[in-house]
């Protein structure tokens, strides 16, 4: 498959909104209510599977595909992201959603065959959902050569053992498979070969679901963030991918991409709010005033218009770059965009929050939700700092 024409992508892009404004937003209110209907919330939202076969059958599907497996350039995917992150549960709609579009890279990338064909199909065709086990609780995982998780042979198994937290998708009932991080050379003296990945069924015995998480009191169901435990989980040799100690080299390939897919999304969160923040602007009045004809809320407005194009601006050269030289060449625009546009997003929708008064903060808009996203994405994926300092030093090393 060729890469799409710019009017396949503007078509592409068409049909997406469409479908958003037909089956997504008319369908917010119902969502929430079926999942504050389930008696397990980290079950399957009936709904969701009545949109994804819309979605399958509109030729919606796995829309992240990269280029070089007959999908999308970075580039051309941005938009779309941007558009699917309005709403933060519609990416799961069209196969889109975060982890899992970073697991299927993973597979894709490093994974046998026979791995692929025992996880990567179902993972694309929807059926199932899946984890990748990097932060633990016990260390600042922010570097990830701490991690103490060991994964040590044992004749033809692996076994496994240590804590895992903020673990996305693992609560959630499709979740069958895990990518774990962990140490099985932790003597290397090259901190970087210590560490490998290997992939653990989530029915495997010693895998413990301990408890969910939280962030800014949202548990984010059904996906979820779950601490998990691993006590001598034993799993086969041949779960091991690439080889060991090549684990650092797989979470470089992985996160690259991804922390560009989380900031496609935030940009379209704020957007959505700064709109929302229009239209409020021109249907409530202070003073005897229309909030519209207020310099502060102008101010904010404007403010927030050209912090959202810079940002995406951004986003977009930077997916560009990850087209033409690759995820690593581009790591200071990688790391500049996740510096950026999570704060943006926060900062935007804080501003849009405030105009909406005590509504904004309620569950009546899609604001207060954003918002918990935009924080914990600065620190998903390495917080700011380490970003910052990486990006320092990337620009010192290049003009000294």
Known sequence: MSTPSEQSIDQLKDQLQSFMDQHIYPNELRYHQELTGLDNRFSTVPLMEELKTLAKAAGLWNLWMPRDHGGLSNEDYCPLAEIMGRVLWSPEVFNCNAPDTGNMEVFLKYATQAQQDQWLAPLLAGEIRSSYCMTEPDVASSDATNVRTSIQRDGDEYVINGKKWFI????????KILIVMGKSDPDNPNRHLQQSQILVPK??????????????????APLGHAEVHFDNVRVPAENMLLGEGRGFEIAQGRLGPGRIHHCMRLIGSAQRALELACRRATQRETFGRKLADHQSVLEDIATSFSEIEQARLLTLKTARAI??????????????????????????????????????????????????????????????????????????????
């Open 203 to 220: 029915a495997t015995p010693g895998v413990r679901l301990v408890r969910p998480l939280t962030t800014l009191g949202y548990d984010d």
């Open 168 to 175: 996305t998708n693992a609560l959630y009932e499709r979740t």
């Open 323 to 400: 087209d033409e030289v690759g995820a690593k060449d581009a790591r200071d625009l990688i790391a500049a965009a996740k510096i950026t546009v999570p704060l943006m997003a926060q900062t935007v929708i804080d501003r849009c929050m405030q105009i909406h008064g005590a509504g904004g903060l309620t569950q009546d808009y899609p604001m207060a939700e954003a918002f918990n996203y935009a924080r914990w994405c600065r620190q998903a994926d390495g917080p700011d700092q380490v970003h910052m300092m990486a990006l320092g030093k990337q620009l010192i090393k290049r003009y000294v």
